[in-house]
T-cell receptor
Framework: DAGVTQSPTHLIKTRGQQVTLRCSPI?????VSWYQQVLGQGPQFIFQ???????GRGNFPDRFSARQFPNYSSELNVNALLLGDSALYLC???????????FGSGTRLTVV | QKEVEQNSGPLSVPEGAIASLNCTYS??????FFWYRQYSGKSPELIMS????GDKEDGRFTAQLNKASQYVSLLIRDSQPSDSATYLC????????????FGPGTRLSVLP
């Protein structure tokens, strides 16, 4: 079975640009969450979607948005990129509330 | 006070020894607790989950939870060099969403 897949794996953007990151959950998983991990820190929660509805939002500015599609895949959008947005963006999927997540390999975003 | 705290390490143990990793959390209402292992440059990998007070064993790993003390730990018996990684403690704050709060991680180094 395929795990959580994320694309692209690496991305370089210029300040002020917009970026879209994509995630496909494990087959059968209806929950997708997005995390940002800056080097040397633990992942920070950005969004959670379950059955295409937003179930949670972390402490991130409105420049960050996400959505989940009928096939449970998800996109994370970040507008007006700042240097501080440079990080590893992790997508995780799960089958039930309160169970541990499986993470994808991440998208490393570099903003220059 | 940070929501989830861990010693950043590095924690160095000789091969074959027991590695003890500790985590404290601030939200007394937290319901479930997870340990993730993250190798350098890779995404976090779920290794243990624990939901009730006491010990939970899985192979060489034992998770311990004490909700009264708001403390969760991970013991790794017969440590191997391949266990060298950063260990992330994650706490789920509610039963509805999956708002996982991660600690900063403890870097473990197992010396051959």
């Amino acid at each position: 079975d395929a795990g959580v897949t994320q694309s692209p794996t690496h991305l370089i953007k210029t300040r002020g640009q917009q970026v879209t990151l994509r995630c496909s959950p494990i087959s059968g998983h209806k929950s997708v969450s997005w995390y940002q991990q800056v080097l040397g820190q633990g992942p920070q929660f950005i969004f959670q979607y379950y059955e295409k509805e937003e179930r949670g939002r972390g402490n991130f500015p409105d420049r960050f948005s996400a959505r989940q599609f009928p096939n449970y895949s998800s996109e994370l959008n970040v507008n007006a990129l700042l240097l501080g947005d440079s990080a590893l963006y992790l997508c995780a999927s799960g089958s039930r509330v309160n169970y541990g997540y499986t993470f994808g390999s991440g998208t490393r975003l570099t903003v220059v | 006070q940070k929501e989830v705290e861990q010693n950043s390490g590095p924690l160095s143990v000789p091969e074959g020894a027991i590695a003890s990793l500790n985590c404290t959390y601030s939200d007394r209402g937290s319901q479930s607790f997870f340990w993730y292992r993250q190798y350098s440059g890779k995404s976090p990998e779920l290794i243990m989950s624990i939901y009730s007070n006491g010990d939970k064993e899985d192979g060489r790993f034992t998770a311990q939870l004490n909700k009264a003390s708001q403390y969760v730990s991970l013991l790794i018996r017969d440590s191997q060099p391949s266990d060298s990684a950063t260990y992330l403690c994650a706490v789920n704050k509610d039963n509805y969403g999956q708002n996982f709060v991660f600690g900063p991680g403890t870097r473990l180094s197992v010396l051959p």
